[in-house]
């Protein structure tokens, strides 16, 4: 059922970041790479919250800290997206360098699955029980 939530979170992470960068490609010539540093962000920023609050649902971790990890998590899958984004667009048919959203779709289901592991084991990691830390345990003596 996460997966599933993860997954469909996802869905509305890519409408954001494939609308936003193809908005930009047909408005601008800023061209179908450099969109995505203003898609990118957007995206994230919405599947952070709602992977929170939804998925994941909130955990003892800080939301500026999880946040930090969800960045490092989806950073490391963006950096997977790229390539395979960058891959299709190259490789693919010509059409590909206009229409952004079918190299983006492959380039989101291929990082996927690395996103969703960071994000549930350590962007969303519940917190060790604090006997188990030391910090926990020095207070529980005093």
């Known amino acids: ?83 395979v984004y960058a891959l299709a667009i190259r490789l693919g048919p010509d059409w590909f360098a206009t229409y952004v959203i079918a190299p983006l779709a492959i380039a989101s289901g291929v990082a996927m699955v690395a996103n969703y592991l960071g994000a549930r084991h350590w962007a969303y990691a519940k917190p060790a029980p604090c006997s188990a830390t030391r910090a926990c345990r020095r207070h529980s003596v005093e």
Do not use: C, H
């Open 1 to 83: 059922m996460r997966i599933a939530k993860f997954a469909a979170v996802g869905g509305i992470g890519f409408l954001i970041d494939a609308g936003i960068a193809q908005a930009l490609v047909a408005a601008t010539e800023i061209g179908p790479y450099l969109t995505r540093i203003i898609s990118f962000p957007a995206a994230l920023t919405v599947t952070w919250y709602l992977n929170r609050v939804w998925t994941f649902s909130a955990t003892g971790v800080g939301r500026g800290r999880q946040y930090g990890r969800y960045v490092a998590v989806q950073v490391l899958g963006n950096g997977v997206n790229l390539a």
